[in-house]
């Protein structure tokens, strides 16, 4: 056990940080912007009341990003309370005013007394990149169909027989855009170039893609306005989804029937690249909101909830690849007929079956493996 604890009610600009000792007494209590100079005098001085620290913090994103590095370069070991943990918390603690001194104090004293918090592990540099980039792909998404048709006009207008002749859901054409984007440079290159382009890069069935893409460029000659911008940004997008590869589990992941490039990358983004962090398939699955709740109150028994508390993002990605995986994966489809034929609507056999791709899942990243039909479950379906 530690002896002290240090919660910080996490800002914008400014946290307050608050250290109690085993009795819950105050020993520091301070305001700090969020500045890395002024972090590290925090760090100090709370090593200097004892090296035998546990932080807590209400945000483990977003505004807390910069002090999370610096204790994770220091050793630190921290855990996180959700803001909704803390709200209602904050109402069994004397005291009417919500100010930050109180918040930070509730923080630090729940993270003493309380045994069932999870040390945070900063995700790896490429979840963070992706949660970066899904993010960005979701704020799109979310803007619905006027941006989405924006862009795929902007991608018609470069070169749109090659955007007919690219199934962009494959590895092999995602690459190829990351080197040649518009008609003239593919000509230039010619089929035996990009052919051997493609397999140096390991993308299969090179020689066909090579053929199919210099048939496009040879049906459009002329060069058209904004090509080098609009190249530009098939460049970006390409990246994006090619990052995904970068990852180490990746090949794994992408195993998956229904997990494809972009849910692939999402999936990496939410849980941070780790799922060891999680500790079990039925903890991912409540993380996912997959894992139903009991609810028990008064004569209401056997009730099943999902949890308040999830990750919507996570959620949405199981829903949609179980989804796809309905086209593509025969287990998949045989586990969704059955939970029809049990009387399960659409929704509640998708949910079903995402909750048992989670086991799968967690199963194939646990082991290193790829996907194979007869791969055993964890935990329970």
């Known amino acids: 056990m530690p002896e002290i604890w240090a919660g910080v009610d996490i800002g914008k600009t400014h946290h307050h940080a608050l250290v109690i000792n085993a009795a819950g007494s105050w020993l520091l209590s301070r305001r700090i912007q969020n ?64 100010t930050d001194a109180k918040d930070a ?11 069932n918090l999870c040390l945070l592990r900063p995700g790896d540099e490429i979840a963070v990149d992706l949660r970066t980039l899904t993010t960005r792909r979701l704020d799109v998404v979310f803007d ?21 002749s690219l199934d962009l859901t494959n590895k092999g054409p995602v690459m190829l855009l990351t080197g040649y984007q ?31 893409v210099v048939e496009a460029a040879q049906a459009q000659g002329t060069a058209l ?19 995904l590869d970068e990852h180490p589990h990746a090949e794994v992941i992408r195993s998956l029937p229904g997990m494809g490039p972009r849910l692939g990358a999402e999936f990496i983004a939410a849980t941070g690249g780790d799922v060891d962090a999680f500790g079990s398939a039925d903890r991912l699955a409540g993380f996912a909101g997959l894992a139903s709740q009991a609810r028990d109150s008064g004569r209401v028994s056997g009730n099943l909830r999902r949890p308040r508390r999830y990750h919507r993002g996570l959620l949405r990605t199981m829903y949609l690849s179980a989804m796809a995986s309905l086209k593509s994966g025969p ?42 039909p007869s791969l055993p479950v964890a935990g329970t379906a």
């Open 182 to 212: 518009t008609p003239a440079a593919i000509r230039r290159a010619g089929a035996k170039r990009i052919e051997t382009w493609l397999e140096n890069r390991k993308v299969k069935g090179a020689a066909t893609l090579a053929h199919t």
């Open 105 to 115: 104090c509730v923080i630090a004293d729940q993270a003493r007394i309380r045994r």
């Open 35 to 98: 500045d890395e100079a002024e972090l590290l005098v925090l760090i100090g001085d709370v090593l200097a009341i004892s090296e035998d620290v546990l932080w807590a913090v209400d945000l483990n994103h977003g505004g807390a990003a910069l002090l999370i590095g610096l204790l994770t370069a220091h050793d630190q070991p921290f855990a996180y309370l959700t803001g909704l943990a803390v709200h209602r918390a904050s109402a069994t603690y004397r005291g009417e005013a919500k």
């Open 144 to 164: 619905r169909t006027r941006q989405i048709n924006r862009l795929r006009a902007q991608l018609l207008e470069l070169f749109p027989a090659l955007e007919r």
């Open 331 to 372: 287990a998949s489809k045989a586990y969704y007929r059955r939970k029809r034929n049990e009387g399960k609507g659409h929704k509640e056999a998708l949910l079903s079956l995402a909750r048992r791709r989670i086991n799968v899942l967690w199963a194939m990243i646990r082991d290193g493996e790829r996907y194979r």
């Open 225 to 243: 306005p904004g090509e080098k911008v609009a190249a530009a940004m098939v460049v970006r997008l390409a990246k994006g989804v090619m990052a």
